[in-house]
């Protein structure tokens, strides 16, 4: 009996012992390979973009861990500052002011940006519909804008790298490649979302298409090669349907007559407001020649009417003629459209502030109608703090986006819920900047990078339950090998 307490202590005594040296064996593999391949203190890069809008610039700013440059490092946004005012294009009487502009915004940058890093952050400006406008127009003025906004960018600490007007293909394209980014779509290979973006100016719709487009329409097509894939794009930029221009034509439409008022069912009943002739017919866009009339200007009158608004929305696209196998509007090639969709910039403004970002689209169709018909007084007290010039045109922004979206581009009842209206994904806001910059950087390899077999994480899990295994294969072998207990077993 002696003899075998005598052998259950030493057993003990060894399991223990080899317990002990056992998880501490495996808590120091465990840490050490935590440890050796636990990052380096992160150091971002950081580079800098400005989307001069038809209505508004703003500035945004990009960040990303300095070490993965091209390679799996998300690039996001880490701030954006908007600039006081309206669009570089609205500084057309005095071109020399529009710099002057942006100054504020980019003392922000500059504190907000680790001096260290400065001189090697690159700074771009892209200028959209309301510069391609004002080309339109004046050539000479436009320059002279670019000019002012050059000498401002070019005094700056960083390292600038030009200011232009992009082109539509490049704003619905680049609008595409940040949201699929940021979905992280294109790393995975796995399908894409299309992009609907709308501006004051101008509206772009891209998607993933055959590549037959490129065929019945090459100016509608833009490939890329990303991380191993390849992407064949529909494009197209509609210059003067943005919702701003949209209105213009809308009001041109009902002022044709050239009286003294109009009833516009696309405003609120009881508003009441004297534009003047000029403000309508003095865009570019505006192809319908302003009414032969002494009269400078006319009361705007709203009617708070949805359905009859959207007919009057629809008589500013063209539908008669189409010289391709399909047409969206305006003679303008569209393929079959291909979703998911992600809607940004005043598609999300509007629908958000209706709260239209979910739901059918009858369902959309009867709010906005309940919406549109209520008194304008009623509105303003209910928002005192929305901008008035957003307040009063929320209902035709509303309609115009439910006719561009259906009549336009031919979206369904079935298909309407395919379109997600959003504003930022992961932080970084939606828009055409964060694709340019990343284009422009070479920061999307055409070809997918090396990446290890496993992440971090599964490596040290694999590594720990291993460790367990074989930590529980040496206990078994010593349970049963073990020669006192084998003696032990013979006594007994
Ligand atoms: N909170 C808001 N509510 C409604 N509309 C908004 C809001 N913020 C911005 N917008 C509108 O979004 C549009 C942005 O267009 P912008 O990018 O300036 O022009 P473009 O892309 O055509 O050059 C403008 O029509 C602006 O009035
Ligand atoms: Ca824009």
Redesign the pocket.
């Given at each position: 009996m002696s003899c075998q307490t005598k052998g259950k202590n030493a057993w003990y005594k060894a399991v223990i012992i080899i317990t002990v040296l056992g998880i501490t064996a495996i808590v120091a593999l465990v840490t050490t390979a935590v440890l050796q391949n636990k990052p380096l203190l992160q150091k971002y890069k950081y580079g800098i973009v400005l989307?001069a809008?038809?209505?508004?610039t703003a500035v945004y700013i990009y960040e990303w861990p300095a070490e993965k440059d091209n390679d799996t490092g998300r690039v996001q946004q880490t701030h954006s500052c908007k600039v006081q005012g309206a669009?570089i294009s609205s500084y057309s009487v005095f071109p020399g002011q529009a710099g002057a502009s942006l100054k504020s915004c980019m003392k922000e940058a500059e504190s907000l940006i680790p001096l260290s890093r400065h001189l090697e952050t690159p700074l771009y400006l892209g200028a959209?519909?309301?510069m391609r406008l004002l080309r339109m127009e004046n050539q000479s003025l436009s320059d002279q804008v670019l000019w002012s906004v050059e000498e401002v960018l070019q005094s700056s600490p960083f390292s600038y790298q030009g200011a232009r007007i992009i082109t539509g293909q490049e704003e619905g394209a680049f609008g595409w490649v940040t949201v699929n980014y940021l979905s992280d779509r294109l790393k995975q290979g796995s399908g894409t979302t299309g992009a609907l973006d709308l501006?004051?100016?101008?509206t772009q719709i891209s998607f993933v298409a055959n590549q037959d487009v490129a065929e019945e329409s090459a100016e509608n097509a833009v490939t890329f090669r990303l991380y191993g894939n390849d992407y064949f794009l529909y494009t197209h930029s509609f210059l003067c349907y943005?919702?701003?221009q949209a209105l213009k034509l809308a009001l041109a439409q009902q002022t044709q007559s050239g009286d003294s008022s109009v009833l516009d069912p696309c405003f609120h009943p009881g508003y009441s407001v004297d534009r003047s002739y000029f403000s309508v017919y003095s865009s570019p866009c505006v192809m319908a020649g302003k009414p032969l009339v002494s009269r400078d200007s006319f009361t705007h009158v709203g009617a708070g009417n949805a359905s009859l608004c959207q007919e009057v929305v629809r008589r500013i696209f063209n539908f008669s003629s189409c010289s391709f196998s399909r047409c969206s509007f305006n003679r303008v090639y569209q393929p079959p459209l291909q979703g998911p969709f992600g809607a940004f910039?005043?598609f999300y403004?509007?629908m958000n502030?209706l709260n239209l970002t979910s739901g059918s689209l009858e369902s959309s169709r009867e709010k906005l109608e309940r919406y549109c018909s209520r008194p304008w007084t009623q509105i303003k007290q209910q928002h005192p703090d929305v901008k008035e010039k957003?307040l009063a045109e929320y209902c035709f922004?509303g309609s115009y986006i439910l006719s561009l979206l259906t009549d336009g581009y031919n979206f369904t009842s079935d298909t309407w819920t395919d379109i997600t209206f959003i504003k930022k994904i992961s932080g970084s806001d939606a828009g055409w900047t964060l694709g340019y910059m990343l284009n422009l950087t070479n920061m999307i390899p055409a070809e997918a990078p090396d990446t290890p077999p496993l992440p971090h994480a599964g490596y040290v899990t694999l590594l720990f339950f291993i460790s367990l295994l074989l930590f529980f294969l040496l206990f078994l072998c010593f349970r049963f090998l073990w020669p006192h207990r084998n003696s032990q077993t013979q006594m007994i």
């Open positions: 989307d809008g038809s209505s508004h669009g959209t519909a309301g501006g004051g100016a101008s943005g919702k701003d910039s005043a403004f509007v502030f957003y922004s």
